[in-house]
């Protein structure tokens, strides 16, 4: 992550920012996925599928086009650098800036615990060189859902912004 907060100085700010009324609870079919109160920012049914759904009107885009994502409940919504063409720019944005702490502060422990940085990806499938095709929801959840954040980070042009605090740097980005 440290890279990450190299590159991405702005995002430094979230730190320390997540919630006691934000965790992680489990979809059925075995992914994490982020809960306010208990209750899930995303389907709890099939995280994956409704993000495919939401990224599927993205494709088509032009390289000069900027995709923007209203809303990061959905960490599958992170999967959106993979579309993305050379060049382009891919915004998240989310008026939780709790969220955004969250998302952060798990990623750089889940760095921290592992001792080196995590598997990238968010699927074990075919799709992705390396991983294997029987890894089981659980296994994925337990430690891609919030490394394919880091990925997501770590692709120029990839970028998060939470809550009102951060707009300034969405602006300053959007003027550069």
């Not at 885009?61 to 809303?71: D, F, H, N, P, S």
């Not at 969250?102 to 699927?123: F, N, R």
């Amino acid at each position: 992550m440290e890279e990450v907060f190299r590159r991405k100085p702005y995002l430094q700010f979230l730190r320390g920012k997540s919630s006691p009324d934000l965790s992680f609870t489990t979809a059925r079919d075995g992914s994490r996925i982020p809960a306010e109160n208990g209750r899930p920012l995303c389907s709890a049914y099939g995280p994956e599928k409704e993000a495919e759904r939401i990224l599927s009107g993205a494709q088509g885009l032009k390289r000069t086009q900027i995709l923007v994502i209203l809303g990061a409940g959905n960490p599958e919504l992170f999967a959106a650098h993979r579309m993305l063409l050379p060049g382009q720019i891919c915004v998240v944005l989310d008026h939780r800036l709790a969220l955004g702490g969250l998302y952060i502060d798990l990623s750089i422990e889940e760095i921290q615990s592992s001792g080196i940085a995590p598997i990238m990806g968010t699927e074990g499938g075919a799709n992705h060189p390396g991983q294997s095709e029987t890894r089981s929801g659980k296994e994925r959840a337990d430690g891609d859902r919030h490394s394919a954040l880091v990925e997501y980070l770590k692709t120029p042009g990839c970028h998060l912004f939470f809550g009102e605090e951060t707009l300034i740097s969405l602006e300053h980005y959007l003027e550069g």
